[in-house]
């Protein structure tokens, strides 16, 4: 199956009622500029390209969300709780991006989508949530032609720094991708 534009992306997430189990239960904690991204959004896209019979299996599941008045990360333990009594099977993380910057050692984000930009490859940045119809809504800020053409290489943010060049060039040696999804390239 090809994949030419981010209709197409948001087809295969409605049309797999795995994702969509995963985007109901996340929707149903009701948070401020919420997400499911990163991998669980790549690694569909990456798996149909290739033309795999079985789901690639996520480390995790990210679930981000935006609320600058609640930072404290037992809050975020909470939902994840809660997502774990809904959906045992599934590696639930639940981050709050509005404290994240602090682990990050950066400057604040203004919003979900905000970090999602600066997440480290452009191919994992990415994400999806329903409206309020239920109906998918995808967030690409540096677009999709990446992803849809597997190609790896870093955000613009990551690519301002020697040291976030360190940190992509550490995360593309870990994870391997290449090694999951032959079609993938290295940028």
């Excluded at 079985?54 to 939902?79: G, Q």
Aim: net charge negative.
């Amino acid at each position: 199956m090809l994949i030419y534009n981010e209709e197409d992306v948001i087809r295969l997430v409605s049309e797999d009622e795995w994702m969509m189990d995963i985007l109901r239960s996340a929707k149903s904690l009701n948070l401020p500029d919420w997400w499911v991204c990163a991998g669980f959004v790549r690694s569909k896209i990456w798996d149909v390209l290739h033309e795999f019979n079985e789901r690639t299996p996520l480390p995790d599941i990210d679930v981000i969300y935006f609320d600058e008045v609640n930072v404290d990360e037992k809050i975020e333990k909470s939902y994840e709780q809660i997502l774990n009594r809904l959906q045992p099977n599934i590696p639930w993380s639940v981050k709050n991006q509005a404290r994240m910057h602090s682990v990050n050692n950066i400057y604040p984000y203004s919003s979900s989508v905000d970090a999602i930009a600066k997440f480290p490859e452009t191919a994992t940045a990415l994400g999806v949530k329903l409206d309020e119809r239920g109906k998918v809504l995808l967030t690409a800020p540096h677009g999709i032609s990446d992803v849809i053409n597997c190609h790896i290489r870093p955000t613009p943010f990551f690519n301002e720094t020697k040291e976030g060049m360190v940190i992509y060039e550490d995360r593309v040696h870990k994870k391997k991708w290449k090694s999951i999804w032959s079609k993938v390239e290295v940028l």
